[in-house]
């Protein structure tokens, strides 16, 4: 169905689950800043109900929620251009997520690469929410008729499938009623991956801590971690081709790039033929200028959790007033009585 005949709209979250780092940051907020600055209506939602197909403790999901939300304002997301809102506080998601558990197919959700890696060897003990997980993420975008959705590459099956969802859905019930959304990825450092591994992605969860720069660091500690981010004894190539090969080279050229917006080759147009030595203190300075002030407002704004759950609910308010009627619409196309 062509999506010109839906109203512009973005749709993306975040999970709760502790730890925003700066791969969030440059992966996906940094972005969700630029399209709030376009002409298009924009929704950013956290997504606790994602976070709790694994285990969270109670206390610390409530925490994270708060602090991702306060990542979120702190980096430009503006409340009163953005709606910002936690998945949980607008009941039309898991209602449609029902809907589209009857859609989707089992080998659909088996395939998924995230089934596979975090269920495992394990899978019978993994939670039925962890394999259904992909239909929930189309009930996120689709609830609201999203037609954009930046994601990570690593995110690119899902709003496939979220596409697969639509389609089957439209198909099915011979209605054209589902956008088929389209994934956004650019950037220099859609993929951020860990400064002590450069063939691993940043993650929360690498029991080192000098492999990512969190949010909240503090300008020493954002420093302290790219002077001492592994590299390898060769300078900086002035084309990208030499690049290859280099995966913690070329992770700290696109970080670089990414918190410049410039370009890889612009980076190394400039940068080609510095030793390491001489270009991590340009990038422990531009990274310091960039996200320091981001942990001096998330700190500000975590000692008042009471506005930022105001926040969350008049985002949640807004969100429920473009779902609702269109989970009456999905019902009413299903032959839902009372829809």
Request: proline share 5%; glycine share 6%; charged share 25%.
């Amino acid at each position: 169905m062509p999506n010109e005949q839906f109203t512009p709209r973005v749709f993306s979250g975040i999970q709760p689950s502790g730890g925003l780092h700066l791969g969030n940051y440059l992966g996906a907020i940094q972005g969700f800043v630029k399209k709030q600055e376009q002409d298009i209506q924009t929704l950013y939602c956290m997504v606790d109900m994602h976070a709790i197909t694994v285990w969270q403790d109670p206390a610390e999901l409530t925490q994270n929620t708060r602090e991702l939300a306060a990542g979120f304002i702190a980096s430009g997301l503006d409340p009163a251009q953005s709606i910002l809102f936690n998945q949980s506080q607008v009941a039309e998601h898991a209602q449609l997520a029902w809907i589209f558990n009857c859609v989707a197919r089992m080998g659909w959700m088996k395939r998924m690469t995230q089934w596979k890696d975090k269920a495992g060897k394990n899978s019978e003990n993994a939670s039925l929410g962890l394999l259904a997980y992909p239909a929930l993420m189309a009930a996120d975008i689709l609830i609201y008729h999203a037609t954009e959705v930046p994601v990570g590459e690593d995110q690119k099956q899902h709003l496939e499938l979220t596409r697969d969802i639509a389609a089957k859905f439209n198909n099915d019930y011979g209605v054209d009623f589902f956008p088929m959304t389209e994934p956004v990825i650019e950037g220099a450092a859609t993929r951020v991956m860990s400064l002590r591994d450069g063939s691993k992605k940043m993650s929360k969860s690498d029991p080192s801590d000098m492999s990512r720069i969190k949010m909240t660091d503090s300008a020493e500690d954002i420093a302290k971690k790219i002077r001492k981010a592994k590299t390898d004894p060769e300078g900086l190539p002035s084309e990208v081709e030499g690049l290859t090969d280099r995966p913690e080279a070329r992770n700290l050229v696109n970080i670089y790039a990414a918190l410049a917006e410039q370009s890889a080759e612009e980076v190394l147009a400039e940068m080609g033929g510095k030793q390491f030595g001489e270009f991590k203190p340009l990038l422990a300075d531009l990274a310091v200028a960039k996200l320091a002030p981001i942990s001096t407002e998330m700190s500000r704004l975590m000692q008042d959790t009471a506005e930022i759950d105001r926040i969350l609910a008049k985002g949640a308010a807004a969100a429920s007033e473009i779902a609702a009627p269109i989970l009456k619409r999905t019902k009413e196309i299903v032959g839902m009585v009372g829809a």
